[in-house]
């Protein structure tokens, strides 16, 4: 049973590269999350999809873009990686409308931008 | 602006004692209350989670306490074990509400000595 997985699960960036984060879920759920982690920060949203075909951004969206691909993938991508994106990437899924709205997350991306 | 605000940042317990860590929020459409454990190099996972017509909720060592009307919760962890040590994310949502997301607390760094 995997859950949500994400890849890559390390990367190392240099200033301006672009990259993208993958994202994939076997739960049948409907939305799905991107937060960041940051130290003393807690967790963020950047942009979440609540349903196939639908994005919208979170609370730190700057610099990021997402593509809901279809119902099991959800996609980040950096266009220009700053150093200041360097942080823990999590993606994260659940069944909207189910009791508790449970939000199940991956193991997380560690991004380092040099 | 942060909507939900957690106490303390860290917390050290020794072995057999008792863990405290509290929320506050400010919505009063939030609805549902869970909190998230974290444990190094994973991601965050549902622990437990309450709803507002009840003032607590036990799972095995794990207690929640609601407080409608001060707007706070609070996670009690008892008999505290060195395998608790992780970090511990409050979290809030207005489940009937149409954007589907959590507001997160900052997170509290349990650590539980032998």
């Known amino acids: 049973n995997a859950g949500v997985t994400q890849t890559p699960k390390f990367q190392v960036l240099k200033t301006g590269q672009s990259m993208t984060l993958q994202c994939a879920q076997d739960m049948n759920h409907n939305s799905m999350y991107w937060y960041r982690q940051d130290p003393g920060m807690g967790l963020r949203l950047i942009y979440y999809s609540a349903s196939e075909g639908t994005t919208d951004k979170g609370e730190v969206p700057n610099g990021y873009n997402v593509s809901r691909l279809n119902k099991r993938e959800f996609s980040l991508r950096l266009e220009s990686a700053a150093p200041s994106q360097t942080s823990v990437y999590f993606c994260a899924s659940s069944l909207v409308g189910s009791s508790g709205n449970t939000i199940y997350f991956g193991e997380g991306s560690w991004l380092t931008v040099v | 602006q942060q909507q939900v605000k957690q106490s303390p940042q860290s917390l050290i317990v020794q072995k057999g004692g008792i863990s405290i860590i509290n929320c506050a929020y400010e919505n009063t459409a939030f609805d549902y209350f869970p909190w998230y454990q974290q444990f190094p190099g994973k991601g965050p996972a549902l622990l437990i989670a309450i709803r507002p017509d009840v003032s607590e909720k036990k799972e095995g060592r794990f207690t929640i306490s609601f407080n409608k009307s001060a707007k706070q919760f609070s996670l009690h962890i008892m008999d505290s074990q060195p395998g608790d040590s992780a970090t511990y994310f409050c979290?809030?949502?207005?489940?009937?509400?149409?954007?589907?997301?959590?507001?997160f607390g900052k997170g509290t760094l349990l650590t539980v000595n032998p």
């Open positions: 979290a809030a949502i207005n489940s009937g509400g149409s954007n589907y997301k959590l507001t």
